[in-house]
Structures are given as structure tokens and as C-alpha cells.
């Protein structure tokens, strides 16, 4: 049925809504929280490369300061080597234990004489003795140019951010070069995270030396995520990609993606400003995605949640419907089929309380065309219901003649019959009438109660009986005779051609 079919259509309305309201949300704040990742990154580049900038000229600064201080100059003027060497060696360690109340000790303090070959380092004068920096590092040989500066050293495998400084004597000769390294460490990283908002990996010779990534721990018990760093790094530096580019240009890189353990970041590779020679120093800033974008996802989500139980709501209220109006009205419209198919004792019932006017007012007019009591007559519940089932119970049996007689009475053309002709020109309203009143006193004589059959129901359902048998019998008439057999009364059929 059509009216059933309407609660579907909107359940498909609300999916089809659904899954447009889904794409719309989502792949619109997909889109915008993409660029606020992008900007976020270029911002972060900028600010992370004005303070190394910054940074470099500060530790340029301390370095040649240490250089320039007393205790320096005064080591340098001790004639012996042996006793030079020890002071230049205290001078150093003081410089390093200042720079740990600092919270900033070196990884590395060294004098080189003016040919950069190492005189004394921190912690073990003897460690390094005789090695000629200037010939690995050319920062070394630019400070013994009497030029201080700041460099990525590549040193004993680790990345060595080194500053490194003239140092003269009291004559004003240059003596030799001050270096003070740090290592760029994944402790370091991750406090620039925390200021820059950004994953951070540090870069050299073309692969990540220290990155912000965090296995387990917290503070300065947490550990690098050292697999992590390795496949950002392969991936990063393989062939073609944007980071090879930018430190090729000396400039950053544009925002590309990349992907580590299955998270999806956003990317940017900028080389570190104030370097003496180092063209690969530098430093990748990243953005996750996959966390930025789970918002999208938990909105997504509560749109499909809110979409299926409308959808839901839209099914159940059709079958509600259907269950409440549409199957009482089926039954409503079962009943009009009934009568109009001859069933004039159909009596329609309350199928619903929505429908219980409709078939008190069906069951009025059936009863006022057919002559029958109403069921809105003065009489009590019971009453009403004995007359109801006398009337069904008085039904007037028509008794049926066989194919045979019919065909008889057909092939003798006119009436023929004496009995039968006086039924056919008998008046209609005294036939109506005669028989009414034979077939009451014949019920009345076999001792049946005849309180529900009044004469304009008779006539009603004698009348439709005769139409109905006149089409079958194919005559021009049809009348009936009242017949007793036994205790019963029935109407028997005379068809007139």
C-alpha cells in the first residue's frame, strides 16, 4: 500500500540527509583544520628560525667573551707548556662549572693553539691532546682567522653545536681558539617543543640526529622514540624529497606530509641560520594530523548517530502508523467491500479508537437503508446485540433452484405457470407487502421471534436478492414464494422470462 510506503521515503530522506550533512561537515572542517595546521607550521618556522638566529649570536658572544677574560689571557703568558696546559685546563673547567649553575654545561670546552691543534679540553686535559681540529673543522681555522663564529660539527657521530672564538695574550698575539660545543640532544628538542608547539628533529648530513618523539617517561626521565626518528628520517631524506631541496636552496621547504608509524604530519625543513660552514644543519618542524583531524571524526560520528536514530524514530513512527491507523483502516475498507459485494449483515467493528466514529456511522447508515435498528436506538447493550444476532439469525435462506428448472423455464419462453404469472403482474408495493406478511406469520407459526425484522429491511434485502439473481438467471424478473419445510422459512426464488 501506498500510505505504507511514505514512513520508508522519509526514512530515506533522513539517510540520504544524513550522509549529506556527514560529507558536508566533515570534509569541510577536514579542509579547514589542514590550513590552520599549514599556517600553524609556517608560523612556527619563522619564529623557530628568528630564535636560532638569535641563539647563534648569543653563543658566538659567549664564547668570545670566555676568550677574552683574564684567566685566559694570563694562562697564556706561563713560559712552560706543562704548567700552561694546567692553567688553561682550570680556566676551562671553571668556565664549565659557571655554565652549569646556568643549567647549561658544555658537552665540550677546548683550547687549540694558533695551528688548531688541541692543548686541553674539559674534564681530561690529555683526552684530544695533538688533534688538529683546524683540519676537520673549517670554523676552527675562520676563529683562528680572528673571525668568532657558530657551526654544526659532525663529532664522534653527534651533532655538535660549536661556537668557536680568537683568543689572544696580554700583547694582544693571537695565542690559539676557544671552542665550547653543546650537543643538539632529543632533550633539547623536546623543550623547544614545548615552546614552539611543534614536533621538532634536529638534521645533519642528510638524517635526523635528534628528534622530540617520546617512548615512555616523563621530563628528564623521558626517552626518545628512537624508531620513530628513524623512519622519519628515511623518509624525509630519501631521494626527491623536499628537504634535500630546501638545504640545496638555503631556504625552508614547503609544506609536504609525511608519515611515521601510520600518523599522518604535516612538514616543514628548514636549514638553522648562523652557521660558519655547515649547510646541512637544520631542523624539521612537524604537525600531527591524525590527531588534529580527530575532531572530525567524533563529529562525523555524532552526525551518523543523531541520522540513525532519526531514522529509526522515522521506521518506528511508520510502523506505529501503520499499526494504529492504516491496518484498522484496511479493515474499515474490507468491510465497504463486504456490503458492496452482498454481504448486508456485515456489521463494522471498532478496529481502532481512531476509527470508531467512522463505523458507528457506517453501521448507522446500514442500518437506516436497510431498515434495520440502530445501534443508537433506545435500547440497552444486551438488547441491542439479541436483536443484531435474531435478525442475522431470522436471515432470510433463499433457497436456490437447480440449472435444470432454469433452463426449462427459459426454453418455454413466456410464463407459462398460473402461479408464476400471478407473481409477475401482482403490484410491486403488494407483493412486497404479502410476502413481508407471509413470511412473518410463517416465522411465528414454526414458533420464531421475528422482534428484529421490520418491513423496509425485508424489502431492502428481498429487493437486492432478487437484482442479484435476475443477472444470474439472465430473466426478466425474479419473485419469490415463501416456503415452509419442518421448522424452517425460506424465500425460494421464481424466475419470470
Not at 670554523?139 to 657521530?157: C, E, Q, Y
Not at 423455464?409 to 410491486?428: F, H, I
Not at 418491513?455 to 438467471?473: I, M, P, V
Amino acid at each position: 500500500m501506498y500510505r505504507a510506503k511514505i514512513g520508508l521515503i522519509v526514512a530515506g530522506v533522513l539517510a540520504v540527509l544524513t550522509v549529506a550533512v556527514h560529507w558536508s561537515l566533515t570534509s569541510g572542517l577536514n579542509e579547514s583544520i589542514r590550513r590552520d595546521v599549514s599556517d600553524e607550521l609556517t608560523r612556527a618556522q619563522k619564529l623557530f628560525s628568528q630564535s636560532a638566529r638569535l641563539e647563534s649570536i648569543d653563543f658566538t658572544n659567549l664564547a668570545a667573551g670566555f676568550a677574552r677574560e683574564t684567566e685566559f689571557v694570563r694562562a697564556w703568558a706561563v713560559p712552560d707548556i706543562t704548567q700552561r696546559r694546567q692553567a688553561l685546563f682550570v680556566a676551562v673547567e671553571a668556565r664549565n662549572a659557571r655554565l652549569e649553575k646556568l643549567s647549561r654545561k658544555a658537552d665540550i670546552i677546548a683550547v687549540t693553539d694558533t695551528e688548531g691543534r688541541v692543548l686541553v679540553r674539559d674534564l681530561n686535559p690529555n683526552v684530544m691532546y695533538g688533534d688538529n681540529l683546524k683540519a676537520k673543522y673549517p670554523s676552527v681555522a675562520i676563529a683562528l682567522s680572528g673571525t668568532p663564529n657558530k657551526d654544526i660539527w659532525n663529532f664522534d657521530g653527534r651533532a655538535l653545536r660549536v661556537a668557536a672564538a680568537p683568543m689572544h695574550g696580554g700583547d694582544g698575539r693571537l695565542t690559539g681558539a676557544l671552542l665550547v660545543g653543546f650537543v643538539m640532544t632529543d632533550k633539547e628538542a623536546r623543550a623547544k617543543k614545548e615552546l614552539f608547539g611543534t614536533e621538532v628533529a634536529y638534521t645533519l648530513d642528510n638524517r635526523v640526529v635528534a628528534t622530540s618523539f617520546v617512548a615512555g617517561g616523563e621530563g628528564d626521565a623521558a626517552k626518545e622514540d628512537v624508531e620513530r626518528a628513524k623512519e622519519l628520517s628515511a623518509s624525509v631524506f630519501q631521494a626527491g624529497s623536499p628537504a634535500l631541496a630546501a638545504f640545496g636552496a638555503e631556504k625552508p621547504s614547503d609544506i609536504f606530509p609525511v608519515k611515521v608509524r601510520a600518523e599522518e604530519y604535516l612538514a616543514v625543513v628548514a636549514p638553522l641560520p648562523g652557521n660558519a660552514v655547515s649547510k646541512t644543519g637544520g631542523v624539521i618542524l612537524l604537525q600531527s594530523l591524525t590527531q588534529a583531524l580527530k575532531p572530525v571524526g567524533t563529529a562525523g560520528a555524532t552526525v551518523l548517530i543523531f541520522g540513525v536514530l532519526a531514522l529509526l524514530t522515522a521506521v518506528g513512527a511508520s510502523v506505529l502508523t501503520a499499526r494504529r491507523f492504516l491496518s484498522p483502516l484496511d479493515q474499515v475498507e474490507g468491510g465497504v467491500a463486504e456490503v458492496i459485494n452482498g454481504n448486508l449483515d456485515y456489521e463494522f467493528t471498532k478496529a481502532s479508537p481512531d476509527y470508531e466514529g467512522l463505523a458507528n456511522a457506517l453501521n448507522v447508515m446500514l442500518a437506516r437503508l436497510l431498515g434495520r435498528p440502530e445501534p443508537s436506538e433506545e435500547l440497552d447493550g444486551d438488547q441491542a446485540a439479541d436483536a443484531a444476532r435474531r435478525w442475522r439469525a431470522d436471515a432470510m435462506f433463499v433457497e436456490d433452484i437447480d440449472a435444470g428448472q432454469v433452463a426449462a423455464a427459459s426454453a418455454a419462453g413466456p410464463v407459462a405457470d398460473q402461479s408464476a404469472l400471478q407473481l409477475a403482474n401482482e403490484p410491486v408495493e403488494r407483493y412486497y407487502k404479502r410476502t413481508y406478511d407471509e413470511f412473518i406469520a410463517a416465522k411465528r407459526r414454526v414458533g420464531e421471534k421475528v422482534d428484529g425484522v421490520s418491513f423496509d429491511s425485508f424489502r431492502a434485502k428481498l429487493s437486492q436478492n432478487e437484482t442479484a439473481l435476475k443477472g444470474k438467471y439472465k430473466c426478466k424478473m425474479v419473485r419469490f414464494r415463501v416456503v415452509v419445510q419442518g421448522s424452517q422459512v425460506t424465500l425460494k426464488p421464481v424466475p419470470i422470462f
